[in-house]
Structure formats: structure tokens, C-alpha cells
């Protein structure tokens, strides 16, 4: 059985940093595309960072040279480190395996 368990949300004031967190197990994070969406009130889903398995990485426009996404082998665990951060990155971030299987999410507000 496929999981993947988001963590490391939380409230943070405008300019501060978070590190999200996805643990998977049922599959190897390795060898599969991974990626973080997030969701705000009122908007679509949106992919937010990708990682492919050759290690080619993307990033929305709205999060490039802020946000770095990363991965553990060891520990199959994909992170999202989260810095300068805005207002309106507040929103519900998910965590996603191979454009198929869907953490639960974890809120992060930004807010003074």
C-alpha cells in the first residue's frame, strides 16, 4: 500500500522559512517523478516543485529561486524547503508520486 505523509506545515510570519517533508513508503521516491502542489482557498490544485528520477527539477515561476526541492534515498523522502516567504504562498500543500498517488496535506499559513 502506497503513503505518503506530509509534515512540517505550520503558521510563519512573512519572510520566514519552513521545511515540508513527505515520507513515502509502498513505493521507492527514487525512481518515480515527485512533486508538491499546493492548493489556496477558492483556487485549483497547482504543482509547485517537481523532481523527476533523473533528478531534473522544476519550479512554478511564483516559487523559483525561494523554494528547493529535494530528496533523501535513503530515508525515501521527499522535502520542500520553503524560504522568503509570502502571504500568498498560505495554502494546503500535498505531496504527490508519480502524478498518481496523493498525501493528505499539511497547511502552511503565512501570516504577522
Known amino acids: 500500500q502506497v503513503q505518503l505523509v506530509e509534515s512540517g506545515g505550520g503558521l510563519v510570519q512573512p519572510g520566514g522559512s519552513l521545511r515540508l517533508s513527505c515520507a513515502v513508503s ?8 515527485m512533486a508538491w502542489y499546493r492548493q489556496a482557498p477558492g483556487n485549483q490544485r497547482e504543482e509547485v ?4 528520477p533523473s533528478e531534473r527539477i522544476n519550479y512554478a515561476d511564483s516559487v523559483k529561486g525561494r523554494f528547493t526541492i529535494s530528496r533523501d534515498n535513503a530515508k525515501n523522502t521527499v522535502y520542500l524547503q520553503m524560504n522568503s516567504l ?26 504577522s
Open 26 to 33: 509502498g513505493i521507492t521516491a527514487r525512481i518515480q517523478s
Open 49 to 52: 516543485a517537481l523532481i523527476s
Open 86 to 111: 509570502k502571504p500568498e504562498d498560505t495554502a494546503v500543500y500535498y505531496c504527490n508520486a508519480a502524478q498518481y498517488y496523493w498525501g493528505k496535506g499539511t497547511l502552511v499559513t503565512v501570516s
